[in-house]
Protein backbone atom coordinates (compact mmCIF):
# COMPACT_ATOMS: atom_id res chain seq x y z
CA UNK A 1 0.00 0.00 0.00
CA UNK A 2 1.62 3.39 -0.94
CA UNK A 3 0.23 6.57 0.71
CA UNK A 4 -0.50 10.22 -0.21
CA UNK A 5 -1.41 12.72 1.51
CA UNK A 6 -2.98 16.11 0.91
CA UNK A 7 -4.77 19.11 1.90
CA UNK A 8 -2.50 20.62 4.44
CA UNK A 9 -1.90 24.72 4.56
CA UNK A 10 -2.20 27.89 6.94
CA UNK A 11 -5.49 28.59 8.59
CA UNK A 12 -6.28 31.14 10.91
CA UNK A 13 -7.61 29.35 14.60
CA UNK A 14 -11.06 28.83 14.33
CA UNK A 15 -10.87 27.45 11.12
CA UNK A 16 -10.97 24.24 8.99
CA UNK A 17 -9.34 22.25 6.38
CA UNK A 18 -9.62 18.84 5.18
CA UNK A 19 -7.13 16.13 5.14
CA UNK A 20 -7.40 13.41 2.32
CA UNK A 21 -5.49 10.14 1.85
CA UNK A 22 -5.01 8.43 -1.33
CA UNK A 23 -4.12 4.81 -1.27
CA UNK A 24 -2.62 2.72 -4.07
CA UNK A 25 -3.36 -0.93 -3.92
CA UNK A 26 -6.02 -3.63 -4.21
CA UNK A 27 -6.00 -4.24 -0.45
CA UNK A 28 -7.04 -0.87 1.11
CA UNK A 29 -10.31 -1.39 2.47
CA UNK A 30 -8.97 -4.58 4.45
CA UNK A 31 -6.40 -1.55 6.21
CA UNK A 32 -7.30 0.46 9.74
CA UNK A 33 -6.01 4.11 8.58
CA UNK A 34 -5.32 7.21 10.50
CA UNK A 35 -3.52 9.97 11.09
CA UNK A 36 -0.79 11.12 13.29
CA UNK A 37 1.00 14.36 13.80
CA UNK A 38 4.00 15.91 14.83
CA UNK A 39 4.92 19.30 15.42
CA UNK A 40 8.63 20.55 16.17
CA UNK A 41 10.62 19.46 18.26
CA UNK A 42 7.96 17.05 20.10
CA UNK A 43 7.38 12.82 18.99
CA UNK A 44 4.80 12.05 16.74
CA UNK A 45 1.74 11.47 18.28
CA UNK A 46 -1.78 9.68 16.92
CA UNK A 47 -4.40 11.70 16.32
CA UNK A 48 -7.21 9.22 14.93
CA UNK A 49 -7.81 5.95 13.13
CA UNK A 50 -10.47 4.62 11.54
CA UNK A 51 -11.25 0.40 10.98
CA UNK A 52 -11.68 -0.90 7.52
CA UNK A 53 -15.70 -0.71 7.27
CA UNK A 54 -15.26 2.37 8.94
CA UNK A 55 -17.17 1.18 12.08
CA UNK A 56 -14.84 1.89 14.25
CA UNK A 57 -13.04 5.24 14.86
CA UNK A 58 -10.54 6.56 17.76
CA UNK A 59 -9.37 9.74 18.57
CA UNK A 60 -7.02 11.62 20.56
CA UNK A 61 -8.40 13.57 23.28
CA UNK A 62 -6.44 16.60 22.23
CA UNK A 63 -9.00 16.71 18.63
CA UNK A 64 -12.22 14.74 20.21
CA UNK A 65 -15.17 16.99 19.01
CA UNK A 66 -13.34 19.05 16.03
CA UNK A 67 -11.53 16.08 14.17
CA UNK A 68 -13.57 13.59 11.84
CA UNK A 69 -12.28 10.92 10.12
CA UNK A 70 -13.74 9.09 7.59
CA UNK A 71 -13.25 7.03 4.53
CA UNK A 72 -14.43 5.93 1.08
CA UNK A 73 -12.82 2.81 -0.24
CA UNK A 74 -14.66 2.69 -3.80
CA UNK A 75 -12.45 5.74 -3.94
CA UNK A 76 -9.58 4.44 -1.59
CA UNK A 77 -9.35 7.58 -0.13
CA UNK A 78 -9.50 8.75 3.41
CA UNK A 79 -10.09 12.30 5.12
CA UNK A 80 -9.60 14.24 7.88
CA UNK A 81 -12.30 16.79 8.50
CA UNK A 82 -10.48 19.06 11.10
CA UNK A 83 -12.34 22.40 12.39
CA UNK A 84 -12.06 24.80 15.09
CA UNK A 85 -8.20 24.43 14.56
CA UNK A 86 -6.03 26.16 16.99
CA UNK A 87 -2.39 26.95 17.16
CA UNK A 88 -1.67 23.43 19.04
CA UNK A 89 -2.28 21.77 16.12
CA UNK A 90 0.18 22.90 13.95
CA UNK A 91 2.19 19.94 12.71
CA UNK A 92 3.13 17.79 9.88
CA UNK A 93 0.41 15.55 9.52
CA UNK A 94 1.05 12.27 8.59
CA UNK A 95 -1.01 8.88 7.61
CA UNK A 96 -0.73 5.23 7.79
CA UNK A 97 -2.51 1.88 7.81
CA UNK A 98 -2.19 -1.57 9.24
CA UNK A 99 -3.54 -4.69 9.33
CA UNK A 100 -4.25 -4.72 12.77
CA UNK A 101 -7.44 -2.69 14.48
CA UNK A 102 -5.17 -1.05 16.61
CA UNK A 103 -3.26 2.17 14.45
CA UNK A 104 0.38 2.38 16.16
CA UNK A 105 3.59 4.20 15.43
CA UNK A 106 3.89 0.67 14.29
CA UNK A 107 2.33 0.42 11.60
CA UNK A 108 3.36 -0.54 8.38
CA UNK A 109 2.87 1.89 5.51
CA UNK A 110 3.22 5.61 6.51
CA UNK A 111 2.40 8.87 3.65
CA UNK A 112 5.20 11.51 3.48
CA UNK A 113 3.27 14.60 5.24
CA UNK A 114 1.34 17.66 4.74
CA UNK A 115 2.27 20.36 6.31
CA UNK A 116 -0.77 22.27 8.68
CA UNK A 117 -0.13 25.91 10.18
CA UNK A 118 -2.27 27.29 12.21
CA UNK A 119 -1.68 31.24 13.22
CA UNK A 120 -3.36 32.75 16.36
Known amino acids: VQLQASGGGLVQAGGSLRLSCAAS????????MGWFRQAPGKEREFVAS????????RYADAVKGRFTISRDNAKNTMYLQMASLKPEDTAVYYC??????????????WGQGTQVTVSS
Open 96 to 109: AADPLLLLRLTADY
Open 25 to 32: GRTFSRYT
Open 50 to 57: ISWSGGTT
